[in-house]
């Protein structure tokens, strides 16, 4: 039987690519996001190489979350490989944003990879009590972060706050699963996807990947035993002059702030 990947936010951008490079290697899909249509879209492209099934669910509501999770191991058993890829990036003032946004960003960024994570691996030794069913456990466990969680980005805090939890969490992972399940993290460079579109219709930013190529550099890279898969950009400059002097490139953000929102929060969007 054809080993099983479940792509979070299969149905656009660097995970419809992951889902689409999976499927080149035989994997059966399992493709989750709100929007059916394009998963279904992404689901046809599949079947010309491989196999696919969509689940249609909000991940950041308990509810909706619970069933597909239900359902997935009811259908299919635990995914041989669990790829955290949905995400959401809301660009503005912290005290702009609504209570809910920040909510639902922090669920779906950090929260919702943990519960997949937790819910699709069995206690230490033995089965898991979910629903009665058995659970082995998966053999990888993919998180796509972001160099976000690397430097602080204000006026994407959110996002910046919530991909740092989930670097941690990863790395905490890497430990505690060592010799069970591989975990990789992987820091795509900017990429062209509708998750970037605004800030790319200001015509602001340079260099921009591809996603599917992006998509199939981090799994060429995952089968060849990388477990933390990064990009050599610009981003590591400000990467790396934070882990040196933190408190200089502090001092640097508060200087450039000005620019900083003006390049992060699209054009119209800005409160006067
Ligand atoms: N693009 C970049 O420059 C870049 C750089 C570094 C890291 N990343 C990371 O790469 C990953 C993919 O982002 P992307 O750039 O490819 O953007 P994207 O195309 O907007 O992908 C985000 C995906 O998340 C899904 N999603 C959003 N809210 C959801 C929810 N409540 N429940 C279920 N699915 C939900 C969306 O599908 P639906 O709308 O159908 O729900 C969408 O397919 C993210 O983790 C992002 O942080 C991107």
Avoid at 13 to 36: N, P, Q, S, T
Avoid at 172 to 195: D, I, K, N, S, W
Wanted: net charge positive; charged share 20%; aromatic share 6%.
């Amino acid at each position: 039987m054809a080993s099983t990947a479940l792509v979070t936010g299969a149905g656009s951008g660097i995970g419809r690519g992951l889902a689409l490079a999976l499927a080149r290697r035989g994997y059966h899909i399992l493709a989750v996001g709100r929007d059916l249509a394009r998963l279904q879209a992404v689901a046809h492209e599949i079947e010309q190489i491989s196999s696919a099934a969509v689940f249609s669910a909000d991940l950041a509501e308990a509810q909706p979350r619970a069933r597909f999770i239900e359902e997935v191991l009811e259908r299919f058993g635990p995914p041989d490989l669990l790829v955290n890829n949905a995400a959401l990036r809301p660009a503005g003032d912290f005290l702009t944003q609504s209570i809910e946004e920040i909510d639902r960003a922090f669920t779906l960024n950090l929260v919702v990879p943990a519960l997949l994570a937790r819910q699709l691996c069995p206690l230490p030794g033995g089965a898991a009590p979910l629903s009665g069913v058995t659970v082995p456990l998966p053999r990888g466990i993919l998180f796509v972060i972001s160099t976000a969680a690397r430097f602080p980005q204000p006026y994407t805090s959110l996002y910046s706050a919530s991909k740092s939890g989930l670097r941690m969490l990863g790395e905490c992972l890497q430990v505690e699963l060592a010799g069970r399940t591989r975990v990789c993290l992987v820091y795509p460079p900017l990429t062209a996807t509708p998750m970037t579109e605004q800030a790319r219709m200001g015509g602001r930013i340079l260099r921009i990947a591809n996603a599917a190529t992006v998509a199939e550099r981090i799994i060429t890279r995952y089968e060849a035993g990388q477990d933390e898969i990064t990009w050599r950009d610009w981003e590591v400059i400000p990467s790396l002059l934070y882990r040196l002097a933190p408190a200089f490139m502090r001092w640097l953000l508060k200087k450039r702030r000005a620019q900083l929102k003006n390049l992060l929060i699209p054009p119209g969007a800005q409160p006067e």
